[in-house]
């Protein structure tokens, strides 16, 4: 349910064509809430058809134009309702995390070289991150919603932060000898723990 909530968001701070929206998706609410252009799209229908948005009347008529949408007092106020809702956190279902636990019973030949392509993604993403709290929140920028969206990109930034430091730990765990000196990427017996 929270795709059309990310699109409302991103209408409100800025009315947008669907192609200029999908573009701001890709630089900035995409990273923590991917989607793809035609999940976005299909999405904008359904919230201009539930009276949600509304497409921009054209400056001048003309085949082909851009349709840029606007978000109603529907709208808003159904993501006034959304923010205001409770919302347990959710568990973390992550590929990788199930992989090393099947490696423990099965091996996993390859598993190290998995974790350091991982690492490098990880450091890929925090470095952007930075890059992104260094160009659009200089210290001087104090406004409510800049401190709320800063907010938002430090959580992106503390969480590459742990994976990072996670990888690199689990990296180093199996680099070294095993509990028994053995190979890290051999099958384990199961001792019926976590």
Do not use: C, N
């Amino acid at each position: 349910m929270s795709l059309p909530h990310a699109i409302l968001t991103a209408l409100l701070e800025k009315p947008s064509s669907g192609l200029e929206l999908t573009r701001r998706f890709d630089r900035s609410i995409g990273y923590f809430w991917p989607s793809t252009h035609q999940q976005i799209y299909r999405e904008l229908g359904k919230l201009e058809q539930a009276g949600h948005i509304r497409v921009l009347p054209a400056a001048r008529p003309a085949r082909g134009q851009k349709k840029e949408y606007e978000v109603l007092s529907a709208g808003r106020e159904a993501l006034r309702e959304w923010v205001a809702l409770a919302e347990d956190p959710r568990p973390v279902r992550d590929p990788l995390l199930l992989r090393m636990r099947a490696a423990a019973v099965v091996g996993a030949p390859g598993l190290a070289g998995e974790l350091r392509r991982h690492l490098a993604l990880h450091r890929e993403q925090l470095a952007k991150y930075l890059e992104i709290e260094r160009r659009d929140f200089p210290p001087e920028r104090t406004a409510d919603e800049d401190r709320l969206r800063r907010l938002v990109l430090r959580g992106g930034i503390d969480l590459e932060t742990f994976w990072t430091g996670w990888l690199t730990r689990a990296i180093d765990e199996l680099d070294g000898p095993g509990p028994e000196g053995g190979s890290p990427d051999a099958p384990r017996p199961s001792q019926g723990v976590f």
